[in-house]
T-cell receptor
Framework: ETGVTQSPTHLIKTRGQQVTLRCSSQ?????VSWYQQALGQGPQFIFQ???????GRGNFPPRFSGLQFPNYSSELNVNALELDDSALYLC??????????????FGPGTRLTVL | TQLLEQSPQFLSIQEGENLTVYCNSS?????LQWYRQEPGEGPVLLVT?????EVKKLKRLTFQFGDARKDSSLHITAAQPGDTGLYLC???????????FGQGTTLQVKP
């Protein structure tokens, strides 16, 4: 069984640019959640996708957007990058349809640096 | 938002020592989860505590849920360098399924 995978592992961008991060969910999982983790801090919930629709959103501006595809994989897009967007972006998948009843399995993350 | 406060934020100890980290809140939770995150990896679930006063053991790790279900602790006996990592407590928002994490305790165990 393949776990959650994310790409790329590292990324360097400059302020104002746009970035797309990718996540493949674990086999059999239908729900994908994205989290932002600043260095030495706990992850913060960005949003969740189920059935290709946003199913809950944290306190992040609209320049953070996402997609989920029919195979349950997902993308996180960030426009107009700011220095504070530098962080580890984690994707987690679960099989509970966003109900919070199942374990979320995390990928290794994408380290984004904004210069 | 039901906040989780973890303490201490950073802990550096020698191999063989014991330690306890805490996760506190003013809110009551139906359950709390503990994760460990190693550098370059995502968090991995260690345990979920559900019942007030519950104690769960995972080898040298002992997890306790407070009687009032507002707090939890993680005790590590005879710490080893392999225990090094970021320890996170979290709860699941009942209506959205999102995980809400504490800020974490960074543990460094020196050989």
């Amino acid at each position: 069984e393949t776990g959650v995978t994310q790409s790329p592992t590292h990324l360097i961008k400059t302020r104002g640019q746009q970035v797309t991060l990718r996540c493949s969910s674990q086999s059999g999982h239908n729900t994908v959640s994205w989290y932002q983790q600043a260095l030495g801090q706990g992850p913060q919930f960005i949003f969740q996708y189920y059935r290709e629709e946003e199913n809950g959103r944290g306190n992040f501006p609209p320049r953070f957007s996402g997609l989920q595809f029919p195979n349950y994989s997902s993308e996180l897009n960030v426009n107009a990058l700011e220095l504070d967007d530098s962080a580890l972006y984690l994707c987690a998948s679960s099989r509970d349809g966003g109900q919070g009843t199942g374990e979320q399995f995390f990928g290794p993350g994408t380290r984004l640096t904004v210069l | 938002t039901q906040l989780l406060e973890q303490s201490p934020q950073f802990l550096s100890i020698q191999e063989g020592e014991n330690l306890t980290v805490y996760c506190n809140s003013s809110s009551v939770f139906s359950s709390l989860q503990w994760y460990r995150q190693e550098p370059g990896e995502g968090p991995v679930l260690l345990v979920t505590v559900v019942t007030g006063g519950e104690v769960k053991k995972l080898k040298r790790l002992t997890f306790q849920f407070g009687d009032a279900r507002k707090d939890s602790s993680l005790h590590i006996t005879a710490a080893q360098p392999g225990d090094t990592g970021l320890y996170l407590c979290a709860h699941t928002s009942s209506n959205t399924g999102k995980l809400i994490f504490g800020q974490g305790t960074t543990l460094q165990v020196k050989p």
